[in-house]
């Protein structure tokens, strides 16, 4: 079983990845994982910080000469913007030295961080809640990614809307409408996505789309959105139905909304399925060269909590960002009285990163599950155990059906 672990604040000298379980002998290096860092970053409407950072990993252990030796993998991305930040968020100083911060900020983890943890100032609760740690969480997933690709395993995404604007192109009704005749990969659609600065794959949306947060901006506001995420190649049989904490779409949408005002998920086409007769909204099953497959695939590539070999589709709807330039009503906590909202440097829409990050994400749960069913120590063993299920599982079906 594969986990990582993240440590870090937002503000501190850096955030360290720590992930375990994975094969020896996945290729992988610095380059590969600083390109989805990189991407992370981009997007119109992200704040100045993303200029100071400019993400770069360092790996520290679990890698030697480009692969994986099968032993824990660490990495550290350091945080540049530290030397600006030394005495608030000293090791070793002292509270009286600063400013404490008694201003929460609706929306965020500022007031219940401080009745959870009995904190006496809320920087503590800005520092690991801030989506600084999503970055951390990109370098897991990148490895999740490279390991997928060794087995035909593509993930991607692109943005549906940003502050209510969609495409006159229903993107999630053509994936589920495609069914077994999808010909495009998830990162085929990343590419597309990612030559637009908003990551939406209509022109003509990607202009209103900026002139909305231009106007988001001017007023001191923020925007949400919606995404999609897709993974192609993925093999029949992975998840199960057998205990209601290994479905593989229970596991998904755990691990998408976890990430940062992330406040819903969709497999398939959830939502709208959920409005139609039943006979609307089944993937017909059909035999194609040996593999059973679906006209259509509303599932999203899964049934009854297993992957059903057709493309997983998960859509996602990210929150407008809490933090406003302009302030709304608040409670000083020093004084108990109302006031204005503090400010603390902040994004004007993160939908584009936040897709990226999700992309993160879902290649680790895919990653997670396929480990568990084909195993192996190396890859070279993992190989093996997944080229063998696929050349007998037809066979094995037609023979125990014809007893």
Known sequence: MIRFLT?????????????E???????????????????RQAGYGRNSRMKIESDSVQILSGIRFGKTIGSPISFLIENKDWANWRDIMDIEGSLKS?????????????????????FNDIRNSIERSSARETAARVVAGSIARKFLEEFGISVGSCVESIGGIYSSTNILSQLVQNGS??????????????????????????KKIIDKIKTAKK????LGGTFIVMATGIPAGLGSFMHYDRKLD???AFHLMSINAVKAIEIGDGLKNAEKFGSKVQDEIVLSKNIFTRKTNYSGGIEGGVSNGLPIIVRSAMKPISTLSKPISSIDLSTMKKVSSRYERS????????????ESM?????????????GGDSIEETKDNFNSFKKKSFKRIRKEFRK
């Open 98 to 118: 600063i400013d404490k911060i008694t201003i929460p900020r609706p929306g965020h983890a500022d007031l219940v961080g401080v009745t959870k943890y009995n």
């Open 219 to 222: 007023n001191g506001d923020t």
């Open 21 to 39: 379980g994975f094969s020896s002998n996945i290729t992988i290096g610095k380059k590969y994982i600083d390109y989805q860092l990189k991407r």
């Open 181 to 206: 005749s999808e010909k495009k990969s998830g990162w085929d659609i990343s590419l597309k996505a990612d030559k637009s600065s908003v990551r939406v794959l209509d022109q003509t949306q990607e």
């Open 7 to 19: 440590a870090g604040e937002s503000h501190g000298k850096a955030l360290v990845t720590i992930i």
């Open 347 to 358: 994004d004007f829409t993160a939908v584009p990163s936040c897709a990226v990050i999700a």
């Open 250 to 252: 229970a596991d998904i």
């Open 362 to 374: 879902l290649a680790w749960v895919i990653a997670k599950h396929f480990l568990a069913k084909f």
